[in-house]
């Protein structure tokens, strides 16, 4: 192997040894913010481990979906598009074909007269993102 080979390796795997611990930290920071975001607007219905048993479930018209089951009814794939296009509800999708919350306006309400229109959008994209990739890590095994 060429000499310029070998010192592009060790480039590469000094690289690698500096963003690994970076990305492992903004992976577990962005697991955490999307178990903020289900513990504030999802959990009193999904409940706390997303089986639809929260405590105003039996309250609703509409059972809460068992958040846990969503990769077994999809062939074991978990479903990431259409699970976001469901919460965000902007996109024509009827949230559990019910009553649920547009969480996608109204995390955009809360934030446009602070930070603008398009920094709300983009800021309310990634708080649904995080939401949506923490319910995933909520599947049932």
Not at 64 to 77: C, E, F, H, R, V
Request: aromatic content about 6%.
């Amino acid at each position: 192997m060429p000499a310029h080979f070998e010192e592009d390796i060790m480039k590469f795997r000094a690289i690698g040894v500096i963003l690994l611990p970076i990305c492992l930290a903004a992976a577990a920071q962005a697991q955490e913010a999307g178990m903020t975001e289900y513990m504030n607007a999802c959990a009193t219905c999904h409940g706390e481990g997303g089986a639809g048993d929260g405590p105003l479930a039996e309250f609703l018209t509409v059972t809460p979906a068992d958040l846990t089951q969503i990769s077994a009814q999809n062939d074991g794939a978990f479903p990431l598009l259409k699970v976001i296009q469901t919460i965000d509800g902007r996109a024509g999708t009827r949230g559990h074909g019910g009553p649920m919350p547009v969480w996608g306006a109204r995390f955009k309400e809360d934030l446009s007269g602070e930070i603008g229109a398009y920094a709300s959008e983009i800021v309310t994209r990634g708080r649904i993102l995080a939401l949506a990739e923490y319910v995933e890590s909520l599947q049932a095994q």
